[in-house]
């Protein structure tokens, strides 16, 4: 690994802790306007000063974040199907040009294993991987799961190895049973799970902290965080589990004081 791909994974995933709080806040790509983040803005601002990075699209960059913000941005650059259509059917939507001139930290892409189209989506991991790769910009493969799927170990293992042996440097996965499996399939490569559906406060920080316990690097977590009653007290948090490995109690409280403060 090249010295500016090592400096920009180390602005990303702390070298010290080997941990990372991202802040999935893409979800428009293919949802619209998501609930909790209509105003990408007003979810964002307040969230920032606790998240180690910040995983977004093009667009809703431009459009919400100010320029001045100092946090890496782990760009989303694939895209062009929405939920009405088949999910699987995704391109590259951003160039390299483009996620340079955005002082982009890493670029990232979902890859649909088992998918219709599973074949266009690893082609697009790897062209992105040899186009950042020649800037020293690392990529993110997000493991997408059709409905078809089952989000098991089995699964999510293959899903993820093969996104690592097509050149992805680092993996967002969901969390499972087994799924130190799933993190010994990455090899050396840091592993984030994304948080899922919304799910009560208490779950999402067991799950935080049960894929941390199993090799996670941390989370890149979106609706657990900002459509939480408490965005704030939820992204606390959860950074108390990734970084300072309290316990799920413990960090509850955070985030119950949080909210009863609020
Ligand atoms: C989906 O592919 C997007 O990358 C989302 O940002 C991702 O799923 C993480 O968000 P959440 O924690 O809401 O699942």
């Known amino acids: 690994m090249n010295w500016g791909m090592r400096n920009r994974m180390s602005r990303i995933i702390n070298p010290k802790t080997k941990s990372c709080v991202m802040l999935a806040v893409d979800h428009g790509y293919f949802q619209g306007p998501t609930t909790g983040l209509r105003n990408l803005a007003k979810a964002v601002d307040p969230l920032l000063p606790y998240a180690d990075a910040l995983m977004i699209a093009r667009g809703g960059l431009r459009n919400w974040i100010t320029h ?127 948080g899922g559906k919304k799910m009560p406060e208490r779950e999402a920080l067991q799950m935080a902290y049960d894929a941390v316990s199993k090799g996670a690097s941390g989370v890149d977590m979106g609706r657990n965080i900002f459509q939480s009653d408490s965005p704030v007290s939820m992204i606390k948090a959860v950074r108390g589990i990734v970084h300072d490995k309290i316990s799920v109690d413990e960090a509850y409280n955070i985030y119950e004081q949080g909210k009863k403060a609020k």
């Open 68 to 194: 001045d913000m100092d946090k890496p941005i782990v760009l989303r650059v694939s895209g062009g199907q929405s939920v009405l259509k088949e999910l699987s059917n995704e391109v590259i939507t951003t160039s390299i040009d483009s996620a340079i001139r955005l002082n982009a930290s890493a670029v990232t892409c979902s890859v649909y294993v088992g998918g219709e189209y599973e074949k266009e989506t690893i082609h697009n991991l790897a062209k992105l991987v040899n186009e950042a790769e020649k800037y020293g910009i690392p990529v993110l493969a997000v493991t997408a799961v059709g409905k078809e799927m089952a989000r098991d170990a089995r699964y999510l293992g293959l899903a993820s190895r093969i996104c690592i042996e097509t050149g992805a440097h680092m993996i967002k996965t969901y969390y499972c049973d087994g799924f130190e499996d799933v993190v010994e399939a990455c090899g050396n490569a840091p592993v984030v799970i994304a």
